[in-house]
């Protein structure tokens, strides 16, 4: 049933914001190349995942796509790409698939995973 959810919600956002598709699912691939234990679920109108905590969500916008990080301010910015001023949130706004490399997103994912998932939070 996830997948199909799933399904649906990529479908919408081919249809309603093309340019965007591609950005996310460079994106998308980037976060399930973590590993067999990464899991996506349909929330909030976006994508979230979790390996098995939650770590990151993709939103796809009309001018970009937002990948968003719950506890994005425990991150080290080491590419200064973050942006949110918030007690813990942070996000990358991605607006093409060059992005994904000149913003350092694998770097960012594997950060987030591997915080949300340590021993200290769970």
Do not use: W
Not at 79 to 84: D, I, R, S, T
């Amino acid at each position: 049933m996830a997948e199909d959810r799933i399904h649906k919600l990529l479908q919408d956002i081919r249809q309603r914001h093309p340019d965007q598709y591609s950005v996310l699912q460079g994106a998308r691939a980037l976060v399930l190349a973590l590993g067999p234990d990464v899991r996506e679920e349909v929330k909030y109108g976006g994508i979230l995942f979790s390996a098995p905590a939650s770590f990151c969500g993709l939103f796809a916008y009309t001018q970009h796509v937002s990948l968003e990080f719950g506890d994005g301010a425990q991150l080290a910015d080491e590419f200064k790409v973050l942006e949110g001023a918030g007690k813990q949130r942070r996000h990358i706004k991605l607006h093409t698939p060059e992005d994904l490399a000149a913003k350092q997103v694998a770097h960012y994912l594997g950060l987030a995973c591997s915080l949300s998932n340590s021993p200290k939070r769970q």
